[in-house]
């Protein structure tokens, strides 16, 4: 395996020298997400070859994986020990690997309830932009000997490194699952999932969509039947069916082609009023948006940021913005720096997340 | 800028009880919880706002001098130890709980807000602030962003990065940055980590968004007692084998039960080599449901007493001893020194086995708490500093625990930072490529490198130097420090 490490270095440093754009590539499950790299001349750099579990200790509640590591592997060999990835990492594709889910940093639906993938971050293995060889982080639960670069890697985008190995922490999966279904409109959803998410009650993921709250209650048998008797609702049969499909994007609501808009923001914020269909999760604090091509970038990003957070342009559909939402200049300013540093001479996946870096 | 006139600069915003300058007035702030280290700054500044923190920042920054920023001065790591030539930016004005909002389940803070008072404050809407580091009666909350600060309740509930928002930071040019926000994640690089445990390194937090966590209806503790440590030890890993995540799972060992036990009376078990407090909390199903699991597996990994809280005072009661253990190394000897070390729980027995030879090597009693669940060891190396060479003697002890911890695939700190006491071992843990990664992430924030100067990451020439540490012991501690 090292060599494939002294390879994926010297491609670096060529690259470097010659000023290349790198494109780095696992499954390809998300290249759809972020904007196109710019330059010419762009050369693939696809890591699938570096995979494997390196180490998995269960009642470590830790597990090393190199970044071409398939997904789906890694979550059957954490299955087999009644462990997961508790942040649920959308897969988008039968090839998704390790190495993409981590520098795309995104999570699914137990988010709001365990934590995001950067929470679950313990170290990395990466080379840099000079194709040196570095390690930060460890296998270990606490670790706070130097910056917290392993968790900076987390949602770069493949900007900063390549991504080699990754340390996570795991958590049991748990002993019992129940999702329920409830009829109410938007605005009391809203205000129900902030209320019970107040309250010692195990949800584990929420979703609202065509007037339904659904949601999913993780925990010991006997506390599951409490939560379900104080909530109500009807039991929903083929429940890891339907989160799957809400993780995945094959939920009826997602209509390929379309512009699909992702909006991160304060959980309370009542209902949005933007052209379009909304589906809500993460107690209200994840608001995806399908809307026309008429749209405009602008309106969906001040609205956003009226409610404390940000707008991302997920899935382009027809749209031609840009995928991220802008940063301020002291922001971007800090970023540019980073990059400087990282990747001297800007050749690992640029323009992929923001065209200066 | 010489000294007076930086005073008198800051004296024309700066009320003159903002700005110390005299022996007598600097001296409580030449050190923190770390009192080996001393120095006394130039000037202390004491701003009450964030406008006031900025102006103190473009002043120091025009005319280069240094700063350091100190909150509660609880640090364990001399990370807030003062800079001669340099101005000790004290936070402990700045300590207004801004907002909580129950619905959204978050509390809006100033940093110099002790960790307690956020939870105290959220308590009426039954949540509470869930890092809980041993000093939160005292500790701010600006210090805990820090540090990444953790507690004993970390491995199911978090450390600080998984606990807050959102940061207001200036940094040492005066520039204002919001990183974070009010939803779950922000567009760009993951900043609001990089600031966690950032030591004060990259820039001065004027105000954080904290997540507050519902108050679970429940808590009952195991303690279970064990001849030997290696049992205890693998009574941990059954317990996160079964697919368990206490809500706090803390060890002690034998010197530890019979310090804290003349102190407190917690009931512990003084045959035992080890004792385990093992908590469950939630709902009162889930308590009792996972009450009688640990209890099971306590029982097969062959404990020779087991107790469960039988009501909160009895609960309290279990913990109080664990919670005295570094008062009590106080009362049972003059001074001691608490390590800070993480490993794989794994290794344990072995990590244990090896601090008794070095005890035994150096003459010198250590007792020994573990966060078990999380891997994090606190050795409390015993010395009398009155003794010549006896806290030199306790130095190299304590750095051989570290050299040991790493050597395990752990790391030289869990929770205290790397401050001014770890930069040493820094070098064993990192190469000089990952070092050169830190240092240019702290240039990213402050190219002149004037924000807590000689901190948290070794310079590369002192790594060059500490490989003949041994060598040339003591001629010159702190390299990076200007002396006057």
Known sequence: ?357 | MRPLELVNNLRTFLPPEAVLYESEDLKPYECDGLSVYRQTPMIVALPQSEDEVIRILRICHMSKTPVVARGAGTGLSGGALPHAAGVLLSLVKLKRILEVDPIARTARVQPGVRNLAISEAAAPYGLYYAPDPSSQIACSIGGNVAENSGGVHCLKYGLTVHNILQLRVVTMAGERLEIGGAGLDAPGYDLLALMTGSEGMLGIVTEITVKLTPSAEKAQVVMAAFDDIRKAGDAVANVIGAGIIPAGMEMMDRVATHAVEEYVHAGYNLEAAAILLCEADGTAEEVADEIRHIDGIMRQSGAIEIRTSRDEAERLKFWAGRKAAFPAAGRVSPDYYCMDGTIPRKSLAHVLDGIEKLSAEYGLRCMNVFHAGDGNLHPLILYDASRPGELEKTEEFGAKILEMCIATGGTITGEHGVGIEKLNQMCSQFGSAELEIFHAVKAAFDPEGLLNPGKAVPTLRRCAEHGAMHVHRGEERFPELPRF
């Not at chain 1, 020298?17 to 759809?32: A, D, M, N, T, Y």
């Not at chain 1, 939920?251 to 959980?267: D, I, N, T, V």
Request: charged content about 20%; proline content about 5%; aromatic content about 6%.
């Open chain 1, 1 to 357: 395996m090292q060599n494939l490490i002294d390879q994926f270095a010297g491609t670096i440093r060529v690259a470097a020298e010659r000023k290349v754009p790198l494109q780095i590539c696992g499954g390809g499950s998300k290249e759809f997400y972020g904007n196109r790299i710019v330059g010419q001349n762009i050369c693939m750099l696809d890591v699938t070859a570096y995979s494997g579990i390196v180490a998995y200790e269960p009642t470590e509640l830790v597990v090393t994986a190199r970044a071409g590591t398939r997904l789906t592997d890694l979550e059957a060999q954490l299955h087999k020990h009644r462990q997961m990835l508790a942040f649920e990492p959308p897969h988008f594709g039968a090839a998704a690997t390790l190495g993409g889910c981590i520098a795309a940093g995104l999570s699914g639906p137990r988010r709001a309830s365990v934590g995001a993938v950067r929470d679950f971050v313990l170290g990395v293995r990466m080379l840099d932009g000079r194709g040196d060889d570095l390690r930060f982080g460890g296998q270990v639960m606490k670790n706070v000997a130097g910056y917290d670069i392993s968790r900076l890697m987390t949602g770069s985008m493949g900007t900063l490194g390549l991504l080699l190995e990754i340390s996570l922490k795991v958590l049991p999966l748990p002993p019992m699952e129940m999702t329920l279904s409830l009829q109410m409109k938007q605005a009391v959803a809203i205000e129900k999932m902030n209320l019970w998410a107040g309250k010692p009650l195990p949800i584990s993921a929420t979703c609202f969509c065509n007037d339904a709250l659904t949601l999913r209650l993780s925990g010991a048998e006997a506390a599951v039947h409490a939560a379900h008797m104080k909530l109500g609702g009807e039991e929903v049969a083929e429940a890891a069916a339907f989160w799957q499909s809400v993780r995945e994007q094959t939920h009826l609501f997602f209509q390929p082609g379309k512009s699909l808009w992702r909006l991160s923001m304060k959980s309370t914020t009542p209902p949005l009023s933007l052209p379009g269909q909304q589906l809500i999760e993460w107690g209200g604090a994840l608001r995806w948006l399908i809307s026309d091509a008429a749209m405009d970038a602008g309106t969906v990003r001040a609205a956003a940021k009226t409610a404390g957070g940000h707008a991302t342009l997920f899935r382009n559909g027809e749209s031609s913005a840009a995928a991220f939402h802008p940063l301020t200049a002291e922001m971007m300013n800090i970023h540019r720096r980073l990059k400087e540093k990282f990747d001297p001479m800007g050749i690992l996946n640029p323009g992929r997340m923001y065209p200066e870096l």
